[in-house]
């Protein structure tokens, strides 16, 4: 039955809690045991579904944040008005079961064939898909070189900021903190906008794959400045997220 | 409303059409436009998921949940593939 064989790609099942890891007071990162997974590509998503005991039920979609070769993980942010994110930061145990069907996408997904060099662009929680990236990259042993520009509100919401402070060989980080930067900082302290971008890009003629990923607005405005920087924009890949996409 | 773009409905396109469907190319049926669909404007908050095309904002694709089916229109998009 046509049915049957189309429910068979993509179907709900239950993974296991394995370890959970408070990478920030608002955000956690799930480890997964998936029974049942076909392995994933860097920057691929999964979708989350909770049920209520009176049968109403909530799915969300959440980029994955490790590797290929890496045991599933997927990093949350709490939103205080979310229906799905409080449970998963701060209900959720090793041993609970969560409900998951997956991978997903196929756009906003780096191959190390894909080469470089990279350019990522990350606002907030925006940085877990460029993460697995991240990790893929150096566990390929691909050489291609990364600049990753990271927009942050404080230095405290910087998520796998102890990861990104020892970058691998090839992968430049940097910072901006938009809405209170620590004493000393040195960094740029505002939101991304075309001069920071002309400053920290990749020159158009390195023919950089730029992968942007954040809140709308956030993404609107980096794939409109690198276009007027004159990156081709095939070449720059976007994935916006809001309140109800985490 | 809030705007997302295609890659937010990666699962439900699955679901519904048995494929990858955000790096599938949507035509628009109003002004021509081609684009990806992981490039095409989403709103998940309309009643049912309602996408539109990036150049002139016309609807290609609704999806509405009827007790428990999923209904698609695509009336707006001139092609997928």
């Avoid at chain 1, 990279?118 to 042993?141: E, I, K, N």
């Avoid at chain 1, 920087?229 to 720059?236: E, N």
């Avoid at chain 2, 684009?35 to 709103?43: D, G, S, T």
Wanted: proline letters at 6%; glycine letters at 12%.
């Amino acid at each position: 039955m046509a049915r049957a064989a189309v429910l068979g790609r993509l179907t709900w099942q239950v993974a296991g809690v394995e370890q959970v890891v408070d990478e920030t007071p608002r955000v956690r990162t799930i480890v997964l045991d998936v029974p049942d997974w076909p392995g994933h590509r860097a920057g691929q998503h999964l979708d989350i579904r909770l049920t209520a005991e009176d049968g109403y039920r909530a799915e969300r979609e959440y980029s994955i944040a490790s590797a290929p070769d890496e045991p599933v993980a997927i990093t949350v942010e709490r939103l205080d008005d979310g229906e799905v994110s409080p449970y998963l930061t701060e209900e959720l145990r090793p041993g609970d079961g969560l409900e998951l069907r997956g991978p997903i996408g196929g756009y906003f997904v780096w191959d190390p064939e894909d080469g470089g060099p990279l350019l990522l662009v990350a606002g907030g929680s925006g940085v877990v898909p460029l993460r697995a990236m991240l990790r893929h990259r150096q566990r390929s042993g691909s050489d291609a070189p990364v600049r990753l520009l990271y927009s942050s509100r404080t230095l405290g919401d910087v998520i796998y900021r102890r990861e990104l402070d020892q970058a691998a060989d090839g992968v430049e980080v940097v910072h901006t903190l938009t809405r209170e930067q620590p004493p000393g900082w040195t960094g740029p302290a505002r939101r991304v906008d075309a001069e920071l971008l002309g400053e920290f890009a990749w020159p158009t003629e390195d023919g950089a794959l730029a992968f942007v990923c954040g809140p709308t607005s956030f993404v609107e405005t980096v794939a409109a400045g690198l276009v007027e920087l004159g990156y081709p924009p095939a070449r720059v890949k976007t994935e916006r997220f809001g309140a109800t996409g985490r | 409303m809030h705007a997302l773009d295609g890659n937010a409905i990666g699962g439900l396109l699955l679901e519904v059409f048995g494929a990858e469907m955000t790096t599938a190319t949507g035509t628009c049926a109003h002004c021509g436009a081609a684009a990806q669909v992981a490039e095409l404007v989403v709103y998940l908050e309309a009643p049912g998921t309602v996408v539109r095309c990036r150049s002139c904002e016309s609807v290609l694709i609704v999806i509405v949940d009827v007790r428990g089916t999923k209904c698609v229109d695509l009336r707006g998009a001139a092609t997928l593939q």
